[in-house]
């Protein structure tokens, strides 16, 4: 891993909650300088109360946390998950410091969804490249560790170290 500080992309969800959970875990993290940030798309009733459980976790670990606000365009033509999923990356982006590094919770199950999807959409071989680990992403680099993870391990995980998370309706 490249060196800089580390943010990592904070829904409050199980996923997210995990990958924040261990590394404020690990002292080399928080050296670094380890902060979340959470993206409120202000898509659902009870995004605000998402942004506020959010900081309850972060305060209770004792990390900072950026909450940014985020319009989504809806008449993008690419459906409204694509729509918010650019709007997010955007705000992220924007808000990397030079050389920070984004860690994003995607693990093993996505990573098979991702590649599914892209051999149902009807991409050749170019296409179905499946997640890296580590790529360039805004002023630093989108980092993914948990890609060769089941979701049912993080869900153990949460389970053992008694977190909780945010259940997203949709």
Request: charged share 20%.
């Amino acid at each position: 891993l490249p060196s800089g500080p580390i943010a990592v992309a904070y829904s409050g969800g199980l996923d997210s909650s995990v990958l924040l959970h261990g590394l404020a875990t690990l002292p080399a993290a928080r050296a670094r300088g380890l902060r979340a940030i959470h993206v409120n798309h202000g898509l659902q009733d009870s995004s605000l109360e998402w942004a506020r459980i959010c900081e309850r976790a972060c305060t209770a670990l004792d990390l900072p946390l950026v909450v940014l606000s985020v319009d989504v365009e809806r008449s993008s033509g690419f459906g409204l998950e694509a729509a918010a999923r650019r709007a997010r990356f955007s705000a992220m982006q924007s808000e990397l410091t030079d050389g920070e590094i984004m860690a994003f919770a995607h693990h093993r199950d996505d990573q098979a969804e991702t590649v599914l999807l892209k051999l149902l959409r009807g991409a050749g071989p170019e296409g179905l490249s499946a997640m890296r680990k580590l790529r360039p992403f805004g002023h630093g680099h989108a980092w993914r560790p948990l890609l060769g993870t089941s979701r049912a391990l993080l869900r153990a995980y949460a389970d053992q170290a008694r977190l909780d998370w945010i259940s997203d309706p949709s």
